[in-house]
């Protein structure tokens, strides 16, 4: 069984690389334009494929099912409600993201305040994504791999750690090729690829689990034993001891997707890239459709593996895996994980192609080198991201033992995530708050999440009010403080939004019809599952 599996992963994932390598041979990818923004050339299909793949790693697959396994259907608030972020993000964000023709969100922020201001936010995104953001992505799928290629007994290690070191480095050191040599439009195409591959993947797992619950009796009477047996698992409405309460779907769990969606320069670097502004909008509300669909295969292996497992002692975190060991058969289990393998590559090299991005053009080209020919900014990406890889694979098997990755993802995002949303909101909704508002919301709304989590007698907060509470709280306070020192102390002079002419600002016709459409379409989903 271990040579089949082996046989498919390995032969699936020689396939995408080498399709990546036969597209995107010929590409510019000596100048920032054509390294950075896939020289503005990317089309709806690879922004929605892109975009659902970069979200699509491990964190999600592993952490939001096992998050499912404790929790159940509940937590598909963060695959359903990030379907009106991204209505937001089409219909408002982006017209002003390609008309200010920027490659970084900071960027933006320079253009709206200062240069100060742009530093800061790239200082946060940095160090972010280096401690945060880029180590989850490796060890969750480090884990994820463990669990469905039965590493252990593949190789004869042992040492669970020893094991852990070794398969995040692997992972880590491929990603890192894909992105720093490759650029962009090499992401985009493999994430495309990959993205296929994991729904497909993803549906087959849901027919097998099904299979398994139901004994081979079909896959609706499995939903029919589940409905049955684990009632309390299928309910949409999450409970104030569940780690999305309801409520929460209207402050903090809004917001943070809020931020993931329309204002990550992890997430939204494709759509800067869009050949015009009407290919971005079908881009971002066509992943809004797939995003629709994410329970099924985010959400409903969680409470299969429940249902199959719970009573074996399996930790939440390791349910996923287990499940796709168990269920799949063999050549099957290969191909499925040369999938995660590609949406563990995704992740990182779209969030390590940012983080260059951001470094090169916000860091390296304003402070260290201002007078920096194009290639020397695109060489000086390539050395910062291994520096950044490196510190990210050191990092990663360090997370081991975390209660619930996911949970624990979202409250680490909080802190960088609610002060920048506040800060780009209030700069896009006004034309006189100063740039001091911007810098005293970005350091205050981070030392205040930060202190609100880890400092006593502060940690007393998110736990009076729930986290997701304590987060929108904060949200409001910044943007109430930014309104008011505009008030108090006015820039001389509105801003105002000039174009670039980078791309055609000609906007779909569809997009808002679509974005209603996406709208009803959540709620349904929320009022069919109430319980």
Not at 231 to 245: A, C, R
Not at 287 to 311: C, E, S
Not at 356 to 372: E, M, P, Q, R
Request: hydrophobic share 55%; glycine share 10%.
């Amino acid at each position: 069984m271990h040579a089949l599996t082996l046989a498919s992963f390995l032969f699936f994932t020689g396939l995408v690389a080498f399709i990546t390598w036969r597209i995107t041979r010929r590409d510019d990818h000596k100048t920032p334009n054509g390294f950075f923004l896939a020289g503005r050339s990317l089309t709806f299909p690879l922004i929605a494929g892109s975009l659902l793949m970069t979200n699509l790693s491990t964190e999600q697959m592993v952490g939001l099912n096992g998050a499912a396994f404790s929790d159940g259907l509940s937590v598909m608030a963060w695959e359903v409600v990030a379907v009106i972020a991204l209505v937001a993000l089409a219909l408002f964000f982006l017209p002003r993201f390609l008309r200010s023709g920027i490659a970084t969100l900071p960027q933006l922020l320079e253009l709206r305040f200062d240069k100060t201001t742009q530093l800061i936010t790239n200082i946060i995104f940095l160090i972010a994504y280096a401690v945060i953001l880029l180590p989850i992505i490796l060890y969750s799928g480090a884990m994820g791999l463990q669990g469905m290629l039965d590493l252990q007994g593949l190789t004869g290690i042992e040492s669970p750690t020893v094991l852990l070191w070794l398969t995040v480095w692997l992972v880590g050191l491929i990603g890192s090729v894909y992105a720093l040599f490759g650029g962009l439009r090499t992401v985009a195409v493999s994430d495309t690829l990959n993205g296929v591959g994991l729904l497909v993947g993803g549906f087959v797992i849901v027919y097998f689990g099904l299979q398994a619950v139901s004994g081979d009796g079909g896959v609706l009477e499995g939903w029919a034993l589940l409905k049955e047996s684990d009632p309390e698992m299928l309910n949409s409405i999450g409970s104030s001891e569940q780690q999305v309460p309801f409520a929460t779907l209207f402050t903090g769990v809004f917001l943070i997707n809020l931020f993931y969606w329309t204002t990550n320069q992890q997430i939204i670097q494709r759509t800067f890239a869009a050949k015009t502004l009407a290919e971005g909008q079908k881009g971002v509300l066509l992943t809004g459709f797939f995003k629709l669909l994410g329970p099924l295969y985010l959400v409903l292996p969680g409470i299969i593996a429940y249902h199959l497992y719970a009573d074996q002692g399996v930790r939440a975190d390791e349910a996923y895996g287990h499940l796709v060991f168990n269920v799949l058969p063999a050549p099957l289990t290969g191909f499925f994980a040369a999938v995660m393998v590609g949406a563990i590559l995704s992740s990182f090299n779209s969030a390590l192609n940012s983080t260059t991005t951001l470094f090169s053009l916000g860091f390296y080209k304003v402070v260290l080198n201002k007078n920096a020919s194009e290639a020397q900014v695109v060489r000086s990406s390539k050395i910062f991201g291994w520096i950044m890889a490196v510190a990210a694979m050191t990092i990663a098997p360090l997370l081991a033992g975390q209660e619930s990755l996911f949970g624990y993802l979202q409250k680490m995002n909080a802190i960088y995530f609610i002060p920048i949303l506040a800060v780009v909101l209030v700069g896009l909704l006004t034309r006189r708050v100063p740039p001091l508002a911007a810098k005293v919301a970005l350091v205050g709304g981070c030392l205040l999440i930060f202190a609100g989590y880890f400092i006593p007698p502060f940690d007393r907060l998110p736990v009076v009010m729930h986290e997701f509470h304590f987060v929108a709280s904060v949200f409001a306070l910044l943007v109430a403080v930014m309104l008011l020192i505009g008030r108090l102390r006015p820039r001389e002079t509105p801003w105002v939004h000039e174009d670039s002419g980078a791309v055609d600002l000609t906007p779909w016709r569809g997009a808002i019809p679509a974005g209603i459409v996406l709208v009803i379409l959540v709620i349904a989903i929320y009022a069919a599952f109430a319980g």
